[in-house]
């Protein structure tokens, strides 16, 4: 007896299933933080990623040099505030600015506080 001509085209279709699912775990894993969550120290960004993600996330407000101050927002190139507090003001929001946690990691807020410290004079 011949083999179901229907086979092969269900094996494609499984595959393509597999496939999709791989993708799927792929941008999972890319966008969430790693199972094993790593101290602050441990994650680094290139410079082109943290000025792309203050350009995204806090140039509106505080402009590409820090300066803009729309909304009322602080000079950055002026602040004086210390990593610790950078951190803070940038997690929970302060006054209008708008909070951080769930938008960004802790890593990311952390790199973030350190990187603006780049516009101060
Ligand atoms: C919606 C506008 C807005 C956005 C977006 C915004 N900020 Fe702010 N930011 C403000 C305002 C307004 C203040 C002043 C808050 C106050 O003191 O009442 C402020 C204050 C700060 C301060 C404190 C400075 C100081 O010396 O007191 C830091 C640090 C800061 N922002 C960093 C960031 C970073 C980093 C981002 C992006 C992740 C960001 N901000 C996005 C409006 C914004």
Same mark, same amino acid.
């Given at each position: 007896?011949?083999? *179901? ?12 299933? +597999? ?18 969550? *790593? ?5 680094? %960004? ?40 950078? +951190?803070?003001?940038?997690? %929970? ?15 990311? +807020?952390?790199?973030?506080?350190? %990187? +603006? ?5």
């Amino acid at each position: 007896m011949a083999v *179901p001509r229907n086979v092969q085209p269900l094996f494609m279709v499984s595959r393509n299933v +597999i496939a999709g699912a791989a993708l799927l775990l792929l941008g999972v894993a890319s966008c969430s933080e790693p199972a094993h969550s *790593p101290g602050i120290e441990s994650v680094s %960004y290139t410079e082109d990623q943290l000025a792309t993600m203050y350009t995204t996330m806090c140039a509106i407000c505080h402009g590409a040099d820090g300066k803009l101050g729309n909304a009322g927002a602080t000079d950055l190139a002026s602040s004086t505030l210390d990593l610790q507090a950078r +951190i803070a003001v940038i997690t %929970y929001g302060k006054g209008q600015m708008t909070p951080f946690n769930g938008r960004l990691t802790e890593q990311e +807020i952390a790199a973030l506080a350190q %990187y +603006i410290e780049s516009f101060r004079e």
